[in-house]
């Protein structure tokens, strides 16, 4: 059997590593450009009158997100830079090689037997994600190949990813495109 690098994404933006969703949040905010403003809508004065909206756009990708439904800039920063994160996990990629690929530290603290163990809503859910989503698309999109290269279960890596709308969307195009029959999911 002859070598066959591994699969890139034409459709994903790649980068060099580390994957921006894995960077701690003041590195993260260096390579990003960050601005405020205002926002119509429901929450009365305060929101229509002062900049609570943020907006984030990750520079070396052009990727955007933004947080306008609180009423503290503070806490639109944090919803803005979690969206952020997720957006960064689904449609950045890095080079994760089928034959060279070794577990990033928080992936091994995560892993417990062929279970990851990470909520949607947990802080380090992006960042696994993308190491996930990494790895599934170097397989060119096989899920029970990368489940075996992260040291998975097939349905436990299936369950990783259907936790988000839009890293469903994503991986079903990419399966689609492979020929591959979509993800089961409920």
């Not at 459709?11 to 580390?18: E, F, R």
């Not at 190949?145 to 279960?153: C, E, K, M």
Request: charged share 25%; glycine share 6%.
């Amino acid at each position: 059997m002859s070598y066959r690098p591994p699969f890139i994404d034409p459709h994903a933006k790649l980068v060099d590593g580390p994957h921006p969703a894995q960077l701690d949040e003041a590195t993260l905010l260096r390579a990003c450009t960050l601005s405020t403003g205002r926002v119509s809508g429901p929450g009365g004065q305060h929101r229509n009158r002062v900049e609570t909206a943020v907006f984030i756009t990750h520079a070396a990708t052009g990727i955007e997100a933004q947080g306008t439904e609180r009423r503290s800039q503070v806490e639109n920063r944090r919803v803005a830079l979690r969206r952020l994160r997720l957006r960064l996990a689904i449609h950045v990629r890095t080079l994760a090689t089928r034959d060279g690929y070794a577990p990033t530290a928080l992936w091994t603290s995560r892993l417990r037997g062929t279970t990851i163990q990470v909520s949607a809503t947990h802080h380090d859910y992006p960042a696994i994600l993308a190491e996930a989503l990494d790895v599934l698309v170097a397989h060119h999109f096989d899920h029970a190949r990368a489940a075996v290269a992260l040291g998975l279960t097939a349905s436990q890596l299936a369950k990783l990813i259907l936790r988000e709308k839009d890293a469903i969307a994503y991986i079903a195009r990419g399966r689609a495109e492979a020929g591959l029959r979509p993800l089961r999911h409920n």
